[in-house]
């Protein structure tokens, strides 16, 4: 049995590694230049289809290039110095995407992204597997969502780009997101989201929404309400004082 002050010992440790990797990408070295994203775009193109159901296996077939793509992402680091913003946006996009992807296939076939964790001592969700390492830095899907893609550029559509490879997340866009097209790309991934009604239920006087709208309500709502954020897409007007509810999420693979 583990002793009271060695226990206190690991759980500041715990806490200190897990400050350090919430702000390890902010002072992260890199001289790295933009990438192109042209490889995953063919890929996507490829093995994904127009309502986002993914061929995983083609992806494992596909590995050269795939692999070759991962390759890329991980040598090269988004950097102040030689990136624009939206550079690094449909970098970290692409980049929370194309990983996601990489740990279905190297479990496939599984039924749900969430069983994959399950065999892992000490790890809880299959967002906290930390694979990911890019330019010597060590990464989970968690850390690009959470520290970085919401904590540094303030743009709630980033929920409509990034997909959990599940039936009810926002679909795996088949087009690569590129810094030239990005506001275009975020503008339609969140118009087609929010009008899809097997995400969400949009009526007038009632709706029945996506528990992302839950999950992070606070991320639509720093400048507005969340039926004022969701009526710029939606293509049914919402009255301010509409009923809310939250649809069930399916977590059963996207494929």
């Known amino acids: 049995m583990m ?3 060695t226990f206190l010992a690991f759980i500041i440790l715990s806490l200190f590694t897990l400050l350090s990797c919430s702000t390890k990408h902010r002072s992260v070295k890199s001289d790295s230049k933009p990438i192109s994203h042209h490889t995953w775009d063919g890929l996507l193109q490829t093995h994904v289809s127009n309502e986002g159901n993914v061929n995983y296996e083609g992806f494992i077939q596909d590995s050269v290039k795939f692999n070759q793509y991962i390759n890329l992402l991980q040598a090269n680091h988004p950097n102040d110095t030689n990136w624009t913003k939206k550079e690094q946006l449909a970098y970290w996009i692409n980049a929370y995407n194309a990983f996601t992807v990489k740990v279905i296939v190297a479990h496939y076939p599984v039924e749900s992204i969430k069983d ?7 790890i809880n969700s299959t967002w906290d597997i930390r694979f990911i390492n890019i330019e010597g830095n ?3 899907l968690n850390n ?5 893609l919401r904590q540094d550029f303030d743009e709630p559509r980033i929920h409509f780009a990034i997909n959990c490879a599940s039936i009810s997340c926002p679909k795996l866009l088949n087009e690569a997101y590129f810094a030239e097209t990005i506001d275009k790309q ?5 118009k087609t989201f929010i009008n899809n009604p097997t995400k969400n239920q949009i ?3 009632k709706v029945a929404l996506s528990k992302i709208f839950s999950w ?4 639509f709502t720093k400048k507005q309400s969340l039926l004022s954020f969701i009526n710029q897409y939606a293509d049914t007007s919402i009255s301010e004082d509409a009923s809310v509810t939250h649809l069930d999420y399916n977590w059963g693979l996207n494929r």
Do not use: T
């Open 186 to 190: 975020l503008e339609q991934a969140a």
């Open 144 to 148: 690009i969502e959470h520290n970085i």
């Open 138 to 140: 060590d990464y989970d």
């Open 216 to 219: 992070f309500k606070g991320d």
């Open 3 to 5: 002793q009271p002050k």
């Open 203 to 205: 009526g007038q006087n």
């Open 116 to 122: 994959i964790a399950g065999s892992i001592p000490f």
